[in-house]
């Protein structure tokens, strides 16, 4: 019995202890795609094939339907494409690089899924036939069924051998600026197994790559007074690594965090000004959702708003950085500011709270349902609503397809992605 | 056919070999027994039941920093069908979100010590959370096919040990005006138990379990977070009376 009893013990002991990881998979080994001749894409055919696309084989894998969209951020002197793929199943898509080779396009990546841990390497190709030809044009006009894209994708680190074939059928069927697709955390949380931390510099960076036009970031103070990125009441090994350091992050000051704590993936804690510097000089993320995590005054905050406001109207950009109020203290802090009634704000309180403060964006939590009437009422006061925090796909697919709002806060960005491009 | 058909085809075979095997064992055991996890056939008693109470924690990698430890009623009855088939009816129950279950276990004697027992039961789960900031709610049902042995000492300790899977066979959520629904049958996890019981006050026995579930979906946590494709592991602990 005994032998049995510790049998069925060190059963419970490995299911408990089974740890979940996404090793990224290595995708610098396509010989073709690493040859010399290669030649970036041009403008004109990244924007044509954006669209929707059926696919006709891999849809076992992916589902029947994609959405291709690129994206890019500044990086120095360079800027970096990325085009992205977005399935409707199991919140799977691929990150690609793109170039040119004697006619044909290249796209070199990896896929993953966002509900398990399933990833690998995914080599796709549009030959000089199949629509690259077509796409390689000074002005390339794509109607359905003229590109099609042959590739293939492997699991975890093997070579592709599964066949996947996409085919354009329509654009994107909505205007990606009327829709705010608003990543939570700056990307997503640390359980959901990225490659990089949440609320880092690293993931603001990342996010446009999941389809996200705006950011949630949640702010703190040091104990020296500068807002930093950073979600838990305390650091944790959940969000940070080992450093022997614990307790509320507000016991810190920046330079001790700075010097001794790291997030999961290695990367810095960041200033709010670090993050709003990778907003707005490095990406084209037009959102920024500033979430107060903190008690006390809003007032620095409110200085580094205005700041970044400005500094992305004197480069051309627009970007809404709006200060997030969760709860009644905040919302009260909020009226303490000076000019509160002109400063940009998100409101998750009731309707009242909102025309109070002359909110710009009003956000209810999802579990109130779409409350299409209430959003009307809004809309007609010249106010946006945003919906948090949908996770489910299904109900990001019903709150799209149903709902009337104006943008959607979600750790998986590219889940909203799908649906909101997909939908007709 | 259901995914889980040919397991229970293989589990009733089982069965009845160990029914074979006990009938020579079954004169040796015809008293009343005061157990409710423990694999002991009901040859005197009609019923068995306990009352008590369950502690399930929530991962740490999940609800984050709100680690919580859930708290949930946990009322079981027993009825007696044959010398060897009982039906076992487990209610857990927080109000705003409960499960209900009922299965048909085939229960025998191996030998003097060791008990076994093997049985199906189905479950149906619900929740309700209509506070400020919610208007949800959710219900599913699962069916979970299971096999125990038990132990008894020589000093009237009886210790168990239950190996469970469970199916997620429908789920249906609404937030507001919003609804969705699966039903979608899928394989949903396995849990693992180990209980003692033993003589506590006055004739009264106390049932102690431990329980390590490792799930896709919990109903507990229905309202909490969406259902992932990673297995996540819930240490839960249930004290209860037996009445």
């Known amino acids: ?424 | 056919m259901p995914p889980f058909t040919g397991k229970l085809f293989f589990i009733l075979l089982f069965c009845l070999d160990i029914a074979q095997m006990a009938t020579a064992q079954d004169t040796a055991f015809y008293a009343k027994h005061t157990a409710i996890l423990f694999p002991y056939p009901m040859y005197k008693e009609k019923w068995r039941a306990s009352i008590g109470f369950s502690l399930l924690t929530t991962p740490e990698d999940i609800t984050e920093e709100t680690r919580l430890r859930i708290p949930c009623g946990d009322f079981r009855f027993l009825r007696r069908i044959t010398d060897n088939f009982q039906s076992d009816n487990h209610i857990m129950f927080q109000f705003l979100q409960n499960h209900l279950s009922t299965g048909l276990h085939f229960v025998a004697p191996i030998n003097k010590y060791f008990y076994f027992s093997a049985g199906d039961d189905i479950g149906y789960w619900f929740g309700y959370l209509k506070i400020s900031g919610f208007n949800s709610q959710a219900s599913g049902w699962f069916d979970y096919p299971n096999v125990s042995l038990g132990y008894k000492t020589r000093n009237d300790l009886l210790i168990s040990v239950k190996a469970q899977v469970s199916f997620n066979l429908y789920y249906q959520a609404a937030n507001g005006d919003n609804k969705i629904h699966s039903g979608t049958a899928y394989y949903n996890g396995e849990t693992f138990s180990i209980a003692l019981e033993q003589p506590f006050y006055r004739k009264r026995h106390l049932a102690l379990a431990l329980s390590a579930i490792n799930n896709y979906f919990y109903w507990q946590t229905w309202s909490l977070f969406y259902k992932t494709n990673r297995k996540i592991f819930y240490p839960q602990i249930t004290m209860a009376l037996i009445l």
């Open chain 1, 1 to 424: 019995m005994k032998k049995i009893i510790f049998i069925l013990l060190s059963l419970c002991l490995l299911f408990s202890c089974q740890k979940y990881e996404v090793v990224m998979p290595d995708t610098s080994m396509w010989n073709m795609y690493n040859d010399p001749a290669t030649l970036p894409l041009n403008p004109a055919a990244r924007a044509a094939m954006e669209g929707v696309y059926s696919l006709s084989r891999g849809n076992d894998v992916f589902g029947d339907l994609a959405a291709v969209k690129w994206s890019h951020i500044i990086q120095g002197s360079d800027t970096i494409f990325h085009v992205s793929g977005f399935f409707g199943k199991d919140i799977a898509y691929f990150i690609c690089e793109g170039k040119q080779l004697n006619g044909a396009i290249l796209f070199n990546g990896y896929w993953r899924k966002m509900v398990s841990t399933e990833t690998g390497i995914i080599h796709l190709t549009i030959g000089a036939g199949d629509g690259a030809g077509l796409l390689l044009d000074p002005h390339p006009v794509i109607d359905s069924g003229k590109i099609t894209i042959n590739g293939l994708f492997g699991s975890g680190q093997e070579a592709p051998n599964r066949v996947i074939t996409l085919s354009y059928i329509r654009k994107l069927n909505r205007d990606p600026a009327a829709f705010q697709i608003a990543a939570h955390r700056s990307g997503g949380r640390t359980s959901d197994l990225l490659p990089v931390s949440e609320n880092s510099v690293a993931m603001i960076l990342k996010t446009p790559e999941f389809g996200s036009t705006g950011v949630e970031v949640d702010v703190r103070y040091t104990k020296d007074g500068v807002p930093i990125l950073y979600h838990d009441n305390t650091l944790n090994l959940r969000e940070i690594q080992k450093s022997g350091l614990v307790g509320p992050i507000e016991n810190y000051t920046y330079d001790q965090l700075s010097t001794f704590v790291r997030l999961v993936h290695g990367e810095k804690i960041p200033t709010l000004r670090e993050a709003l510097d990778a907003v707005v000089y490095q990406t084209q993320l037009s959102f920024v959702w500033l979430d107060t995590k903190y008690t006390g005054s809003i007032a620095p905050v409110h200085v580094i708003q205005q700041e970044y406001i400005q500094k992305a109207a004197a480069i051309g950009r627009t970007v809404d950085i709006v200060i997030g109020l969760p709860e009644r203290d905040q919302f009260n802090q909020f009226l303490e500011l000076p000019d509160y009634i002109n400063t940009p704000s998100l409101c998750e309180l009731g309707v009242t709270e909102v025309e109070q403060i002359n909110a710009n964006i009003w956000a209810p939590r999802f579990t109130e349902g779409t409350q299409n009437e209430l959003v009307a009422d809004e809309h007609l006061k010249g106010r946006k609503v945003y919906v948090w925090t949908i996770d489910e796909p299904a109900f990001i697919a019903s709150f799209i397809n149903e709902g009337h709002f104006d943008g959607m806060l979600s750790n998986f960005p590219s889940c909203i992605a799908y649906n909101y491009y997909v939908h007709q």
